[in-house]
């Protein structure tokens, strides 16, 4: 057998850069060639993966670890609801990744993290060594005591959580009720709950022709955390009674009813025919494993997204470990245009400290979310954000003096040629993660 050739099927076949115990010599040949190990493949991870090979070619190895083999993008994924689209519409494979970019793809989830010996361990048991580690999980959620996501969806991760709340929302009769709950800031998306309710509510009254069915928003927050103006005007268009302050105590999976309270007065209740609880947010369970939060998020340097995370003794934790996407605590919005940005920024990190480099000292990132609004407008909100080098953060641009970000960065209403852009915005989006 030609010896590359057995070399290649081999490495293919056990997973680049496997622990070196399982092949000594042939591992330690590949061990000249940095082993990256990408945990998760959604907009930041497979971002990540795609461009640490374009930009790295054959100088690194990449290897993604993700426990499905197809994606749901939950970008457009409030259109499944009234069926604009399907999850299939919405679901990517790693082909490319793994023919186009030769990416290592493994189908597993990773259970722990071990800092120490640069290595993870999969479901499986199987041991993954890296020189660089980068997670990108995503989110999960504070549990809710009574909440049950097979009776009462999130649909805040797409796929059958979006399929089961659109069965619900179907089998709604004239005079039902539809009530939701947003979550604490930060969540993922931030006017996606908001673009929700609107989708709903224009659904039921305009494509079922109810006219008796009402949609509740049990707002955590203070007050709509973005676009206020351009929601609270489709709120009053279809009626849509909105509490803000509610916190979210309990749910009755069963009879499906949410007991919350508002601004800490005496607890209430209601009950739905539809109900959809949006639990609060946290950084991915692996994160935690790994030990690199600080409250919810992960703290990084964003200027590499590596974990500053220190021990008690003021050692580095995160050494060589980056965290991308909606579990990074920096501040920036968690959302999949930026997590796609922030992957770039990473990944051009990562290959300059390959090199001795430093990293770029100026990095930008750009976040867009376009929400429908009705079966035929949308509206959208945008920011740019910049490394700023006396407070080490990144921070929007063109702020105004009450730190809102200028109204040039959002719609400031709904349009049908919104609409059209928002295929055009997330197609772009999609192709340069995935394909
Ligand atoms: C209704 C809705 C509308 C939205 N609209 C927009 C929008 O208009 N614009 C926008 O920019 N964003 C939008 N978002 C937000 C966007 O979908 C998320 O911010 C984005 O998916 C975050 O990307 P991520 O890679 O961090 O996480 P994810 O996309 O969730 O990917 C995480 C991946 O990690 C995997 N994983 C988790 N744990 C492990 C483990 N231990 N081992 C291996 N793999 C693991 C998961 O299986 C998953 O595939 C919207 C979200 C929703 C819900």
Known sequence: MNSQLSRRSLLKALGLGLAATTLPGLVRAADTIPNIVVVGGGFAGATVAKYLKMWGGLSVQVTIIEPNSTYVSPILSNLVLNGQKTTDDLSFNYLNHSQKYAINMIHNTVDTVDNVAKSVTLGSGQVISYSKLILAPGIDFDSVPGHDFDKVPHAWKAGVQTNLLKDQIDSMQDGDSFVMTVPKAPYRCPPGPYERACVVADYLKNNKGYTGCTVTVLDANP??????????????????????????????????????????????????????????????????????????????????????????????????????????????????????SEAKICA??????????????????????????????????????????TTKLMQPIDVIPNNDVVDKYAAGGPSTENYRAMFNWSGNLFSDTFS
């Open 348 to 389: 051009d990190a990562i290959l300059r400290a390959l090199k001795g480099l430093e990293p770029d000292p100026a990095p930008k990132t750009n976040s867009a979310c376009y929400s429908p609004i009705s079966s035929t407008t949308a509206s959208w909100l945008t920011a740019v954000y910049e490394y700023n080098s």
């Open 223 to 340: 007050a709509i955390t973005v676009e206020a103006e351009t929601f609270a005007a489709a709120f009053a268009t279809y009626g849509i009674d909105y509490v803000h302050s509610a916190d979210v105590i309990s749910v009755d999976s069963d009879t499906k009813t949410v007991t919350y309270s508002v601004s800490g007065a005496a607890s209430a209740s209601m009950t739905a025919e539809t109900l959809n609880v949006i639990p609060n947010q946290k950084a991915g369970s692996i994160v935690f494993a790994a030990g690199l939060t600080e409250g919810n998020w992960a703290p990084i340097n964003p200027l590499t997204y590596e974990s500053t995370k220190l021990n008690s003794s003021d050692v580095a934790l995160g050494l060589d470990i980056h965290i991308i996407g909606d579990s990074q605590g920096t501040g920036l919005p968690k959302a999949g245009h930026i997590a796609n």
